[in-house]
């Protein structure tokens, strides 16, 4: 049998005894019931998985170590490269950002597909063909230079370890929910997974593990919408009924706009939200003498409960209440403005656009429902540029056998990434139909047993899921309704009322989407650090087994390091990946695609374009984010209305006008950087 053969067997006997593992634990659940031992077993025995895989894949081969011996056959690398893609931010918040914003948040799917064109077309072969092991090594080989290795180093560095923050962040969130554990120690847990991948065996054991990883996903957002779309009436293949689906929930959103059917009393709970906006308006008009006020009560009532032995859980309540203020009135000037704008939205907003958390502080970077075109276009470009920009997914590339193959597995990974993507818009509308048609109208006294358990497993001050009286009335209306939208995927088999190992192995799913980037970036990193840095520049005489030894120590380092920084909590995650393609766009895309197409480009056109689109990037970023605008004491100034996580489309163009005009201005190339460039294109 054949190389590819034998990978199709294994892969599909495991495939095979993903689906009979799942069909056991139903039995049992059907026997003894229910629990949260369903998820604790699918999320450790994944792992175990991981770890074999991991073991049988060791190697201290660098040529197998970094470019996992370029045998990996076309298909299997678009397995792994579509798990190395989808990360945990498409699989938790991609269908939360459909659910919440509409159309709107398209976007990502638009963004993040596109950019796999460019991959093909622009990008990919051409990585193959140089068989470099990183991306620093690609550009610096293309134009001959020291200094352009240590530019690619520094954009590699700041866009990967961002992304691989966010990932670590994910991966503790999903543990903290379904093990039960504070997100720090979900974090160590999550490390522990990431490490058992890509710690022994470097890029072969993390091909073959998100090859599996792939799988678990997949099947996990496959079944799940499935069986979602059968509960519903609509087949077992929900996709195709798409629009049928999108006519109930129109429907229903009719009846709540206009007060009728489950929607009575809608207006009126509405209105609630404008009467609390009012009220934050008057916090805010009597500053700074209402902060002190605030805070003197806050503190009396903690005090008040110590003095009365109160349980621990409640004055911890309190505690995290009075922790919750602003620091000063200043920052609560602006933190209450955020909050009086969300609840305006929520008051004004018609039923179709958003279910979410009033107080959502990540909620200034998610596309909001509305005409807001520039910021729409704006964040399409910049994730489609960023995605043609990430050392971690065009290195995957250089794995190939060929260039052949190269281009094969780019068509590949948008076939395993379109299984994902058109499946996850159904997944979201049938969520919120699962709960239009279930919750408006229904008595708070008789909420189904999800709600409850969510809200159990999070904290009063940062809930998952809130439910007001708006009217208090005893009912609940769709109005009074608060979810998180990162949680629409986990609790998507609760609220269609599915057996709970459907839950677990959605867990697992979302576990090996953030793994499995997670994996790749941390290796990315590593080898950057040890190839680029320590056996280019330091130590061109050292032994290529001590370069692989200190690639597996950095790795280990690199992943402390990002855990610690996760563990602090930086902030929305969707965000943070915003800023992770930014960074990578701005960075190397103006540099690679001029690289290969313009035989004219210079080396100190590289460097200009390089450090201009990080330079613009960089400022934007810090200029446009309340957060991070804050830390600098400035007001936060967008350019154009365009989100701070879409800063690459302003770094992008300045890169390749800077890159243009220096490279002009310098002396033209020799004869050899021309002939490698020619080289380079050959079919």
């Known amino acids: 049998m054949s190389r590819s053969a034998i990978l199709a067997l294994r892969y599909a006997c495991f495939t095979l005894g993903l689906f009979g593992f799942t069909g056991v634990l139903y039995l049992l659940e059907r026997r003894y019931g229910g629990g949260?031992?369903?998820?604790?077993?699918?999320?450790?025995?994944?792992?175990?998985?991981?770890?074999?895989?991991?073991?049988?894949?060791?190697?201290?081969?660098?040529?197998?170590?970094?470019?996992?011996?370029?045998?990996?056959?076309?298909?299997?690398?678009?397995?792994?490269?579509?798990?190395?893609?989808?990360?945990?931010?498409?699989?938790?918040?991609?269908?939360?950002?459909?659910?919440?914003?509409?159309?709107?948040?398209?976007?990502?799917?638009?963004?993040?597909?596109?950019?796999?064109?460019?991959?093909?077309?622009?990008?990919?072969?051409?990585?193959?063909?140089?068989?470099?092991y990183t991306i620093p090594d690609f550009l610096a080989s293309r134009y001959d230079s020291g200094a352009v290795r240590i530019i690619a180093v520094v954009a590699t560095m700041l866009c990967s370890f961002v992304y691989l923050v966010a990932q670590i962040q994910g991966v503790g969130l999903i543990a903290a929910h379904f093990i039960g554990v504070d997100v720090s120690v979900g974090i160590v847990f999550g490390l522990a997974g990431i490490l058992v991948c890509s710690f022994l065996g470097g890029m072969r054991a993390v091909t073959w593990t998100q090859v599996a990883q792939y799988v678990i996903l997949i099947v996990a957002m496959l079944l799940t919408v499935s069986l979602v779309g059968h509960r519903a009436g609509l087949g077992w293949v929900p996709q195709l009924h798409y629009g049928q689906v999108y006519q109930r929930v129109a429907a229903l959103e009719a009846d709540l706009r206009n007060g009728s059917g489950r929607g009575a009393g809608e207006p009126q709970a509405r209105a609630a939200y404008r009467r609390a906006a009012d009220v934050l308006q008057q916090e805010i008009d009597g500053l700074p003498a209402s902060w002190t006020a605030q805070k003197q009560r806050r503190m009396q009532a903690v005090t008040a409960a110590r003095e009365r032995n109160a349980s621990l859980r409640e004055i911890g309540g309190l505690q995290q209440f009075l922790d919750a203020l602003p620091a000063s009135p200043e920052q609560a000037r602006r933190t209450w403005a955020r909050e009086r704008d969300a609840l305006l939205r929520q008051a004004q907003a018609p039923a179709s656009t958003r279910v979410g958390r009033p107080d959502a502080s990540g909620d200034s970077e998610r596309p909001r429902g509305g005409a807001d075109t520039i910021n729409f276009i704006a964040l399409v470009m910049s994730l489609t540029l960023g995605t043609a920009s990430l050392p971690h997914i065009l290195t995957r590339y250089a794995t190939a056998p060929n260039v052949g193959s190269a281009r094969s597995a780019v068509g590949w990974t948008?076939?395993?990434?379109?299984?994902?993507?058109?499946?996850?818009?159904?997944?979201?509308?049938?969520?919120?139909?699962?709960?239009?048609?279930?919750?408006?109208?229904?008595?708070?006294?008789?909420?189904?047993?999800?709600?409850?358990?969510?809200?159990?497993?999070?904290?009063?001050?940062?809930?998952?899921?809130?439910?007001?009286?708006?009217?208090?009335?005893?009912?609940?209306?769709?109005?009074?309704?608060?979810?998180?939208?990162?949680?629409?995927?986990?609790?998507?088999?609760?609220?269609?009322?599915?057996?709970?190992?459907?839950?677990?192995?959605?867990?697992?799913?979302?576990?090996?989407?953030?793994?499995?980037?997670?994996?790749?970036?941390?290796?990315?990193?590593?080898?950057?650090?040890?190839?680029?840095?320590?056996?280019?520049?330091?130590?061109?005489?050292?032994?290529?087994?001590?370069?692989?030894?200190?690639?597996?120590?950095?790795?280990?380092?690199?992943?402390?390091?990002?855990?610690?920084?996760?563990?602090?909590?930086?902030?929305?995650?969707?965000?943070?990946?915003?800023?992770?393609?930014?960074?990578?766009?701005?960075?190397?895309?103006?540099?690679?695609?001029?690289?290969?197409?313009?035989?004219?480009?210079?080396?100190?056109?590289?460097?200009?374009?390089?450090?201009?689109?990080?330079?613009?990037?960089?400022?934007?970023?810090?200029?446009?984010?309340?957060?991070?605008?804050?830390?600098?004491?400035?007001?936060?100034?967008?350019w154009f209305r365009v989100a701070a996580g879409s800063a690459g489309v302003f770094g992008v163009p300045v890169g390749f006008v800077v890159g243009i005009a220096a490279s002009l201005c310098d002396t033209p190339p020799g004869e050899v950087m021309r002939e490698r460039v020619r080289w380079m294109r050959l079919p």
Request: with cysteine; proline share 5%.
């Open 36 to 132: 949260a031992w369903i998820a604790y077993l699918f999320l450790f025995l994944t792992l175990a998985v991981y770890a074999v895989i991991g073991m049988l894949s060791r190697t201290s081969n660098p040529h197998e170590y970094y470019l996992a011996g370029q045998r990996v056959p076309a298909v299997f690398n678009g397995m792994a490269t579509a798990a190395d893609w989808l990360s945990a931010a498409s699989f938790i918040g991609l269908a939360g950002s459909l659910f919440a914003t509409g159309y709107q948040g398209l976007a990502y799917i638009v963004g993040w597909t596109g950019g796999f064109c460019l991959v093909a077309v622009l990008l990919a072969p051409y990585v193959r063909k140089m068989s470099r």
């Open 414 to 638: 948008l076939f395993f990434i379109s299984l994902f993507y058109l499946s996850v818009p159904v997944l979201a509308l049938l969520v919120k139909l699962a709960l239009m048609e279930s919750l408006p109208g229904r008595s708070l006294a008789h909420l189904p047993d999800w709600i409850v358990q969510w809200q159990q497993a999070t904290p009063p001050t940062q809930p998952l899921v809130r439910v007001d009286d708006l009217l208090h009335d005893g009912i609940l209306h769709w109005a009074g309704l608060a979810m998180q939208p990162d949680m629409v995927v986990l609790a998507a088999p609760e609220i269609a009322g599915l057996p709970y190992v459907i839950t677990g192995l959605i867990a697992a799913g979302a576990l090996a989407a953030a793994l499995s980037t997670a994996d790749g970036l941390l290796l990315t990193i590593a080898n950057v650090l040890s190839h680029d840095v320590y056996y280019k520049l330091l130590a061109s005489r050292s032994s290529a087994h001590r370069q692989v030894m200190l690639s597996k120590f950095l790795l280990l380092g690199v992943a402390l390091a990002a855990a610690w920084l996760a563990s602090m909590n930086g902030g929305d995650i969707l965000f943070i990946v915003g800023a992770a393609f930014s960074l990578a766009a701005s960075g190397l895309f103006p540099a690679l695609v001029l690289g290969v197409f313009w035989e004219r480009m210079t080396t100190r056109g590289a460097v200009a374009a390089m450090v201009a689109g990080l330079a613009v990037c960089v400022y934007y970023l810090f200029r446009a984010h309340p957060s991070f605008a804050h830390v600098l004491h400035l007001a936060p100034q967008t």
